[in-house]
């Protein structure tokens, strides 16, 4: 069996670059945080994607995490090529800059962060490429006692088995480093 | 800001390895699909990680899917290391192999994938490792009408902020691939 057996909760996330000096943004599924000092991400773009040929000439990206209010516009920017549509036009998505040129953010997202390529590595039908977190930026009403909240940032995840769905984060079921010590007495 | 801010829905996943010859199991968090075809994934180890040892030595390891029932176990391959304990048996794992030699499955996952080590990529705190996957295991019971059903397989996923908990996934809120079709007339 292949990748299609894979339940993973994938975000779905907004990337941001230029191509051809045009603000651009593209949804991926494949990405994942690759490492914590200097924070890395990673994401997983086909050959012939419009948003490679950005990255290629940039070699910046932004990472725009979406909340459930822009499902509609995020499902878009899958679906369709900046090759043959303005995407930021057509979602009405507000751009704006932060601290590296030609990386546009989306004010709509509450959370953006702005990459510096630090790798690109071919695997195959994706090219995998990894970015260090230069700036990272969250909109203040997503925060409670000044951390990020995910209430209130209300991001989603792509679910691809059985149907290709958006689905919310559910419900809490335990407390991370915390509920395995139990075990330990087992030794 | 640092990675803390990333509200990441990652899933908690059992790496499997052979460490000296026994088998031993890790929870990882920071993992990722990185490629469709041939299908990839990718995890990030610290370096002083016990299971990296294991990987090192035998270029394999295994991606095994939890459901909510192996929380407290999962928990628990994520605060305790292998080099203090055997926690396949703390945990009452019952290990199976499949194609590839050196690379324990656990049958109370849903899931078990084995993975061939293709890239190893030092970035830092972490090692990014990117398996190719050769073989895919999911439960009989977990299947409906021959394809995995996240109902079935109820996953889980780990949510850093604000408090470091495992959550289920939510409720489908839309249909992928479809409801930004809508905006096309915007054009």
Not at 55 to 63: C, G, M
């Amino acid at each position: 069996m292949g990748p299609q057996t894979l339940i993973y909760p994938m975000p779905a996330l907004l990337i941001g670059t230029h191509v051809d000096d045009k603000p651009n943004f593209m949804t991926v599924a494949y990405s994942g945080v690759v490492n914590a000092e200097p924070p890395m991400i990673s994401i997983s773009i086909q050959h012939h994607r419009y948003t490679l040929k950005g990255i290629n000439q940039n070699l910046t990206f932004s990472v725009n995490v979406p909340s459930v209010d822009s499902m509609v516009e995020t499902d878009y920017c899958g679906i369709e090529s900046g090759s043959k549509s303005n995407k930021a036009e057509v979602c009405r998505f507000k751009i704006f800059y932060g601290k590296l040129n030609n990386t546009p953010l989306i004010e709509q997202c509450p959370i953006n962060l702005e990459c510096k390529v630090v790798h690109i590595l071919d695997l195959g039908s994706h090219v995998l490429i990894i970015g260090r977190i230069e700036e990272a930026c969250i909109s203040n009403d997503c925060l409670t006692e000044g951390k990020p909240d995910i209430e209130k940032i209300r991001p989603f995840i792509y679910v691809r088995m059985p149907n290709q769905e958006y689905a919310t984060f559910g419900q809490v079921i335990g407390k991370a480093f915390s509920i395995g010590q139990q075990l330990k007495i087992r030794k």
